[in-house]
């Protein structure tokens, strides 16, 4: 079985501030991670991956993610936020073999950047 | 376009009232799934399907019923619906040959039952 930790539910920052939403996982296996984005009354979009190779990935908007398989995490970061950003993040596990798709997800960190 | 297409995207109904949300894909994606989204819950998988005629339970199936009769749709259906079953619910696709690793999510249906 799988799961995936959020640590932070809420995340205010202020706008230009650096932020960094956290993310551990638990797997018995090998997997791919995610970070998916869902902004307000829309579904989700792929944010960035890690599926092997360099631990450190960066995807879209300035996001970056590090992968640390010692301790099991995929923290998100971005050097400076902007108010666009605020939206919720789902931090999710998939086995990377197999033949089981399922994503399984965190709870959710609902970022807010305020002026 | 790639795109997941969900119908309707707010549904308000009556307890036991049948009910059935529309997902459509133009990727011609094999794999086809089912989440809901609850406060605090994050994202749990209903059921998915590998391929045409090919389905199976993910997590939290009970009340809830899907058919997979041509590649590109794959609808939910609710039989019975009951206030429980109050949620938003996304539907996604993923391509397995070659084997893809981003899932498209459709823009989700938020469902009330009263």
């Known amino acids: 079985a799988q799961s995936v930790t959020q640590l932070d539910s809420q995340v205010p920052v202020f706008e230009e501030a650096p932020v960094e939403l956290r993310c551990n996982y638990s797997s018995s296996v090998s997997v791919y991670l995610f970070w998916y984005v869902q902004y307000p009354n829309q579904g989700l979009q792929l944010l960035l991956k890690y599926l092997s190779g360099s631990t450190l990935v960066k995807g879209i908007n300035g996001f970056e993610a590090e992968f640390n398989k010692s301790q099991t995490s995929f923290h998100l970061r971005k050097p400076s936020v902007h108010i666009s950003d605020t939206a919720e993040y789902f931090c999710a596990v998939q086995n990377s073999g197999g033949s089981n798709y399922k994503l399984t997800f965190g709870k959710g960190t609902l970022l807010t950047v305020n002026p | 376009e790639a795109q997941v297409t969900q119908n309707p995207r707010y549904l308000i109904t009556v307890t036991g009232k049948k009910l059935t949300v529309t997902c459509s894909q133009n990727?011609?994606?094999?794999?086809m799934s089912w989440y809901r989204q609850d406060p605090g819950l994050g994202l749990r998988q209903i059921y998915y399907?590998?391929?045409?005629?090919?389905?199976d339970k993910g997590d939290v199936p009970e009340g809830y019923k899907v058919s997979r009769k041509e590649k590109r749709n794959f609808p939910l259906i609710l039989e019975s619906p009951s206030p429980n079953q109050t949620s938003l619910y996304f539907c996604a696709s993923l391509s397995l040959w070659p084997r893809g690793t981003e899932a498209f999510f459709g823009q989700g249906t938020r469902l009330t039952v009263v």
């Open positions: 399907s590998m391929n045409v005629e090919v389905t």
């Open positions: 990727m011609n994606h094999e794999y």
